[in-house]
């Protein structure tokens, strides 16, 4: 009896550890994982199964689009998990990346073995019906202007009603490299940068002045700079050296009086982002393609902070009504005043918004929109600006506002005037996979040379990648500037020893300058020589041959590292003309009633070239002009 006993309660548990086998294998294979190419790069994506239901569904690494692919990324499965279907509507704007993550999870489910066919049936459509909804203010365009413009309208007290053409919040904001300029002397004089800015300053007070306007401003600047000389302050500057600088920079083609709007209100716009939460790193640089060390880095990659801090404001507010996937078509007029806008949504339904108070169209400009452009600013600086030319630009960015504007006849200014970007991806345009510990490093072209001074204006470097082989540059930089790959972080948010690891955007790593010459293909020889040549200008004892004004570290500690840059179509300066309170103008210069402007939808702020960091300036001051003056009816 006792060996019988003892058989049993063996098989008894032999029996209990295979159902326990059992179960942990299907357990194990409830969960499974796959890495797919992203638009930007790997993808990985967990689903865990539940029989035939998706209990969960997460993307756990990625490196999309801050705010865009990445936020495709977190609603996607949210929206497949809560439907139970794939056939879920994608986020307009991040197509791409939703149509990638939907493919790899059908995969993924005829991995698991569930029914397919049940996750991938086509729901029942509900009618379309049309809409009427009355604000205060109706803002057309969820970008960095428009959400600015909302924030401070209903901070005066306004209904508003905010419409959106694509899926996500930001627009090309999004996109920007994350700084704002703004004199802010008691943080300047704290940084680190000890460049000799005097030349800039004193070539800008001793020019002749083409206008009474520009003879006041020179004035002012000469006054103030005469004032610091007696200090020992390390850096200059004022709303007044900000303004005269942007708009000689701009080639003159601004209106001062709007810059100098812009300018007047930076600091105060600075501050009041900082009053919602949002984070800036310590001190000030030079912003590449801003000229002088004014800007302000934000914490959060590339421009996401930002439109976080102001999505954050909106969040719980009251009397606030959000529509995405709503596009502008076309506005209201009533009595000589805009008193409305026309809307569609993506399924073909029309919104009439009807505003008491005034509408601000905040819809970006068309650097995307390759038949305008090539319309435009087609010419002898820009004989090229087709479709092999790509843009830093998400893809709202179309122009659609600047003509609902031009339709209840508002002027348009400067419609020629493009920017190109430097620093942008050959292939896609794109800016977040910048690595930030790079930009105070050198250009060099495929012969291993420096042609071009790094510190200078961007539509200058653009100009002359262009005329590099094949049209491109390396920019590269040392670990002086990145003395940690792993923690070196690109506009987007990853490491730079990420990008290393799975080959991304051609960045590459060279023990020595042999080993980084061999990696990108350009003489050895030459670029020790330029190297050489360029920490000599650094030290102070040779004259930078390029005309440099502003260093920062020199190159001289490996690793070394390098990646493909070449220009994209970056910003449009030209745009509805508006005055200092944002109002839109007639071809008169009168103001149209009801109608405000604001962020790359105007034309005459900018002018021939935008300072890198001023874009951020933008539609943070005139967002908030037009607000507040949208809501007080001014």
């Known amino acids: 009896m006792k060996t019988k006993r003892a ?27 796959k890495t797919v190419n992203g638009m930007q790069g790997p993808m990985t994506i967990e689903l865990t199964m539940d029989g035939d239901t998706i209990k969960s569904l997460v993307v756990t690494d990625n490196v999309e689009t801050p705010g865009i692919g990445t936020f495709a ?3 996607i499965p949210e929206r497949v998990v809560a439907q ?53 203010v109706v803002i057309v365009g969820g970008g960095g202007a428009g959400l600015a413009a909302a924030v401070a309208a209903l901070d005066k007290g306004a209904s508003v009603i905010l419409i ?37 300053i004193e070539a800008a007070i001793n020019e002749e002045p083409v206008s009474d306007e520009h ?24 709303p007044n050296w900000f303004a005269l600088q942007s708009w000689n920079g ?39 393609g801003s000229l002088y060390p004014r800007a302000h880095q934000a914490v959060r990659p590339n421009g996401a902070g930002f ?74 600086k820009w004989p090229n600006l087709g479709p092999s030319v790509p843009t830093s630009n998400v893809p709202g960015n179309t122009g659609d506002g600047i003509f609902m504007a031009m339709e209840v006849g508002a002027e348009l200014v400067n419609m020629e005037q493009i920017q190109l970007l430097h620093l942008c991806n050959p292939k896609t345009g794109a800016t977040y996979d910048i690595t930030s510990a790079s930009m105070p490093g050198i250009f060099v072209n495929k012969e291993g040379k420096r042609f071009i001074r790094e510190d200078g204006r ?67 020889d030459e670029l020790k020589k330029t190297v050489d040549e360029y920490n000599a200008a650094v030290a102070g004892t040779a004259k930078d041959a390029i005309g440099r004004v502003s260093f920062g570290a020199p190159l001289l500690t490996g690793p070394y590292y390098a990646y493909p840059r070449s220009p994209a179509c970056h910003h449009t300066m030209g745009g509805v003309r508006v005055d200092p309170e944002s109002h839109a103008l007639d071809k008169n210069g009168n103001p149209i009633p009801g109608l405000y402007c604001a962020g790359e939808i105007t034309g005459n702020l900018h002018g021939g070239n935008r300072l890198g960091g001023n874009a951020i300036t933008d539609f943070t001051v005139f967002g908030k002009n037009a607000g507040e003056n949208a809501a007080a009816g001014k």
């Not at 716009?269 to 912003?287: P, S």
Request: glycine share 10%.
């Open 7 to 33: 058989v049993a309660c063996i098989l008894a548990i032999i029996l209990a550890l295979s159902l326990a086998i059992a179960w942990a294998e299907k357990s194990q294979q409830d969960t499974y994982t």
């Open 250 to 288: 701009g080639d003159k083609v601004a209106e001062l009086k709007i810059l100098r709007k812009m300018a007047d209100g930076a600091l105060d716009g600075l501050n009041w982002l900082k009053g919602m939460g949002m984070q800036f790193d310590v001190g000030n640089f030079q912003a590449p």
């Open 84 to 136: 139970q279907t794939l056939k879920v509507d994608v986020i307009t704007g991040a197509t791409i990346t939703s149509r990638i993550l939907l493919g790899a999870v059908e995969g993924m489910l005829k991995d698991a073995g569930a029914d397919v066919a049940k996750f991938t049936a086509m729901p029942e459509k509900k009618p379309v019906e049309d809409q009427e909804l009355t604000a205060d």
């Open 164 to 200: 959106e053409k694509t899926g996500f919040l930001g627009g090309n904001s999004l996109v920007s490299g994350g700084y704002y300029n703004s004199p802010d002397p008691a943080s300047q004089d704290n940084s680190s940068n000890k460049s000799d800015l005097a030349p800039l």
């Open 307 to 380: 439109i976080e801090t102001f999505v954050g404001h909106l969040k719980n507010a009251n009397n606030y009504t959000q529509l995405m996937d709503t596009t502008g078509k076309s506005l209201i007029m009533k009595d000589g005043r805009v008193v409305g806008a026309i809307a569609e949504t993506k399924d073909g339904a029309t919104i009439t918004l009807n505003a008491t108070k005034g509408v601000i169209l905040a819809t970006g400009g068309f650097a995307g929109n390759v038949e305008l452009r090539q319309k435009y600013c087609e010419g002898e």
């Open 73 to 75: 990324a977190e609603v």
């Open 215 to 238: 003879k006041e401003l020179i004035e002012l600047v000469r006054a103030e700079y005469e004032e610091f000389k007696k200090t020992d302050k390390v850096v200059y500057d004022s």
């Open 458 to 524: 961007r539509d200058e470097i653009s100009k002359s990648i262009i005329g590099q082989t094949d049209g491109m540059m390396y920019l590269m930089f040392s670990a002086d500037f990145a003395p940690d790959a792993s923690a070196a972080r690109t506009f987007g948010g990853q490491s730079l020893q990420y990008y290393l690891d799975n080959k991304l955007s051609g960045y590459v790593k060279g023990e020595t300058l042999d080993d980084l010459a061999a990696q990108i293909g350009v003489p050895a």
